[in-house]
T-cell receptor
Framework: DAGVIQSPRHEVTEMGQEVTLRCKPISGHNSLFWYRQTMMRGLELLIYFNNNVPIDDSGMPEDRFSAKMPNASFSTLKIQPSEPRDSAVYFC??????????FGPGTRLTVT | QKEVEQNSGPLSVPEGAIASLNCTYSDRGSQSFFWYRQYSGKSPELIMFIYSNGDKEDGRFTAQLNKASQYVSLLIRDSQPSDSATYLCAVTRETGRRALTFGSGTRLQVQP
């Protein structure tokens, strides 16, 4: 099992640009989570999907953020336009009905 | 009040000692409790989960849960320098919001 796959691993972009982060969950997992981690705020849930349906997006900071899960094996998190305060490590995690989550390696985003 | 509270540390223990990591949570509806370990620059990895009051042991790790006191702890016996990491406590409900809510983590340093 390859685990959760995220791409890119590092992203450096300029303020105002669109950023798209990608995630492939573990096969057979029916829940997918997007988390953001910063020193100041720790690990925060942005959105989670169950069976490809968004269940809770209350953590999405604002309209600049959007997430999709078109099928069971792929999800994207998009930021448009990006701002310096979006700089963080973004983790995708997947899980089953037991609620445990297995994390991907993360995408380190730097917005200058 | 944060939903999940942890002392940020660092907690410093000598090699071979018992490390005790503590976590309190505010939502009485919480049903499942997880401990994740995160090495610097890496993603969180699950090391223990517990659902019922009492103790659960797995190798050198013991998770303890007291729902009446809304308290969960992790004991690491025979601590090793390789245990030095940040330990994240996470909770979830079995119904309703099932995504993990994380504490800010406790940094553990095991001194050789």
């Amino acid at each position: 099992d390859a685990g959760v796959i995220q791409s890119p691993r590092h992203e450096v972009t300029e303020m105002g640009q669109e950023v798209t982060l990608r995630c492939k969950p573990i096969s057979g997992h029916n829940s997918l989570f997007w988390y953001r981690q910063t020193m100041m705020r720790g690990l925060e849930l942005l959105i989670y999907f169950n069976n490809n349906v968004p269940i809770d997006d209350s953590g999405m900071p604002e309209d600049r953020f959007s997430a999709k899960m078109p099928n069971a094996s792929f999800s994207t998190l998009k930021i448009q336009p990006s701002e310096p305060r979006d700089s963080a490590v973004y983790f995708c995690a997947s899980g089953t009905s037991s609620s445990r989550a297995d994390f991907g390696p993360g995408t380190r985003l730097t917005v200058t | 009040q944060k939903e999940v509270e942890q002392n940020s540390g660092p907690l410093s223990v000598p090699e071979g000692a018992i490390a005790s990591l503590n976590c309190t949570y505010s939502d009485r509806g919480s049903q499942s409790f997880f401990w994740y370990r995160q090495y610097s620059g890496k993603s969180p990895e699950l090391i223990m989960f517990i659902y019922s009051n009492g103790d659960k042991e797995d190798g050198r790790f013991t998770a303890q849960l007291n729902k009446a006191s809304q308290y969960v702890s992790l004991l690491i016996r025979d601590s090793q320098p390789s245990d030095s990491a940040t330990y994240l406590c996470a909770v979830t409900r079995e119904t309703g919001r099932r995504a993990l809510t994380f504490g800010s983590g406790t940094r553990l340093q095991v001194q050789p």
